[in-house]
């Protein structure tokens, strides 16, 4: 495979209390394009990662998790055809509630993590795998897509290993031999990413016909490896029956709500999806750009999510 080098200069490096701070200028007009690339897959996978803050009612996001007995903190499971045993680790909570205070036991995952430190997810409470995560400092992640020499030189390749198709074929053996309800599923997205050495690959499960938050995301580097999958409203939709004329109301009176509160055209809808609710009930969720509400100037867009029940 043609590689391409460039050089980096070290153009400061200070060093406090044993700390070195180094800034790397890359003799390459790609820099900036790179570093905004680089910043754009930081900002998803942050999002997507367990938040470190305590949420607004004070519940930690990590913690461990009691209800476990002690044939449970050690997991034999079966992955992609092979049989795997890892040991419970803690748990996260991504949701703004405590786990006794929610409907159902979505938004809570057990992790368990192996010898070779892939971490597995499960469903709170339960056997029922929903994520894997081989992270960097795992033996088994045998490639990356950039890699920095010890003479400061920077290895890039021209273009992946693989390609898109190969990677979405990969994505569904993959998941249609761990996942038993995976042909239900639709994909909604693919792209690659060179910083990060993966192609992201986004499927959803519809209900009723409507694309729901039931979301399953998988990463397969450059040469064909799965190091991440995630499918954590696995199930949480399966007996859910919804008329389309309901959905279609909630539609109407969500559209009636943002028109009263920011004005006809003064706001985009960027998503729309099926999701519940804190308290169990099924709602149609708009995330929606907008102003924000302070006379700024100029004025600061954000993005904020708004539900309406499906009666």
Known sequence: MKKKTFFI????????????TAT???SSDENQA?????ESLRQMKE???????????????????DNLSKKDIVKTFQLNGKQYTATYDHSYNLESLPPDKLTDIYGIQDIYIDDNMTEYEFLYSTDILCGMYLNNNNPLRK?????????????????????EEEAINIANKFLGKNIDIFSEYKMIDSFFSGMQDDYDI????????YKSDDIINIWVTSTG???????????????????????????????????????????????SYISKDNEGFMVMA??????????SNPPITMASIFEQRID
């Open 286 to 295: 708009y995330e929606v750009e907008h102003k924000a509400p302070n006379n």
């Open 47 to 65: 999002a997507m990662s367990v938040p470190d803050e305590e949420f607004e009612t004070n519940t930690p996001a990590k913690f461990n998790n």
């Open 34 to 38: 790179r570093e905004k690339e680089r």
């Open 225 to 271: 490896e799965v190091y991440f999958f995630a499918a954590r409203n696995l199930y949480r939709y399966s007996d859910v029956k919804l008329s389309g004329e309901a959905i279609q109301t909630a539609e109407e009176k969500l559209n009636i709500r943002l028109d009263e509160q920011f004005g006809q055209g003064e706001y985009a809808v960027m998503d």
């Open 9 to 20: 200069s070290i153009a400061i490096i200070l060093i406090t209390l044993g700390t070195i």
């Open 24 to 26: 790397m200028v890359l």
């Open 143 to 163: 490639s990356y897509y950039e890699e920095i020499n010890e003479d400061f030189t920077i290895e890039i390749y021209d273009k992946p290993i693989i390609t």
């Open 202 to 209: 986004t499927y959803y499960r519809p209900v009723s016909g």
